[in-house]
């Protein structure tokens, strides 16, 4: 059970930390207004996360393979992140004043990080091989409590990941030039934008 923790701490600590629309909008939200929006966007992503696990571990992911599901799905996953992404351009050509939050900053920072990661049918194939990772790692089909144990281990990583994050996020926001700040946001508009086309090719 503690080789599947700590395999599951690993794979969480590498898909919360690889880049992604995720990464690129806590950034934007996190150098605009500090640490506590960059932290809100990371655990938003939490709530996504976790649904597509359940989904990735229990064998729902055939739902997910039918077209009326997927397609809509990553359409409206395409519209979003080239939303997002348009959004983080005006902001490098733009730039916004830092201490501006807007109303219910913290709230939208949340749901944003929520919308991303569950508009995301790509987090499917990712859990997909993960559960084969799991049986592979087992040696057999795994127990419930197997399962459970590697789904924990995952979102631990995955907590601890936010934090960690967000606090460098942070820090960076205070010790970066405006000149850095755009290239920042121009760098993630691009890479939302770039991620909105990949979705669109899948459907």
């Given at each position: 059970m503690l080789t599947i923790f700590?395999?599951?701490?690993?794979?969480?600590?590498?898909?919360?930390?690889?880049?992604?629309?995720v990464l690129a909008e806590t950034l934007r939200r996190g150098l605009l207004h500090g640490f506590t929006p960059a932290l809100l966007v990371q655990i938003g992503s939490l709530v996504g996360?976790?649904?597509?696990?359940?989904?990735?571990?229990?064998?729902m992911a055939l739902l997910i393979q039918h077209d009326a599901v997927r397609v809509p799905l990553t359409?409206?996953?395409?519209?979003?992140l080239a939303w997002l992404g348009v959004r983080s351009l005006i902001?490098?050509?733009?730039?916004?004043a830092a201490d501006t939050a807007p109303a219910r900053g913290g709230q939208n920072a949340l749901?944003?990080?929520?919308?991303?990661?569950?508009?995301?049918?790509?987090?499917?194939v990712y859990w997909g091989a993960l559960g084969s990772a799991l049986s592979g790692i087992v040696g057999a089909t795994p127990s419930h409590a197997q399962t459970l144990m590697f789904f924990a281990g995952?979102?631990?990583?995955?907590?601890?990941?936010?934090?960690?994050?967000?606090?460098?996020?942070?820090?960076?926001?205070?010790?970066?030039?405006?000149?850095?700040q755009r290239i920042s946001y121009g760098?993630?508009?691009?890479?939302?934008?770039?991620?909105?086309?990949?979705?669109?090719q899948g459907v």
């Amino acid at each position: 059970m503690l080789t599947i923790f700590f395999y599951a701490l690993v794979f969480g600590f590498v898909f919360c930390l690889s880049p992604g629309a995720v990464l690129a909008e806590t950034l934007r939200r996190g150098l605009l207004h500090g640490f506590t929006p960059a932290l809100l966007v990371q655990i938003g992503s939490l709530v996504g996360d976790a649904v597509w696990a359940v989904i990735g571990l229990t064998g729902m992911a055939l739902l997910i393979q039918h077209d009326a599901v997927r397609v809509p799905l990553t359409i409206v996953c395409a519209l979003y992140l080239a939303w997002l992404g348009v959004r983080s351009l005006i902001d490098a050509w733009h730039l916004p004043a830092a201490d501006t939050a807007p109303a219910r900053g913290g709230q939208n920072a949340l749901a944003v990080g929520a919308a991303i990661s569950l508009a995301n049918p790509k987090n499917i194939v990712y859990w997909g091989a993960l559960g084969s990772a799991l049986s592979g790692i087992v040696g057999a089909t795994p127990s419930h409590a197997q399962t459970l144990m590697f789904f924990a281990g995952f979102m631990l990583a995955s907590v601890l990941s936010c934090f960690v994050i967000a606090a460098l996020v942070n820090l960076l926001r205070k010790n970066a030039s405006p000149l850095w700040q755009r290239i920042s946001y121009g760098v993630g508009g691009l890479v939302l934008m770039y991620l909105a086309v990949l979705s669109a090719q899948g459907v």
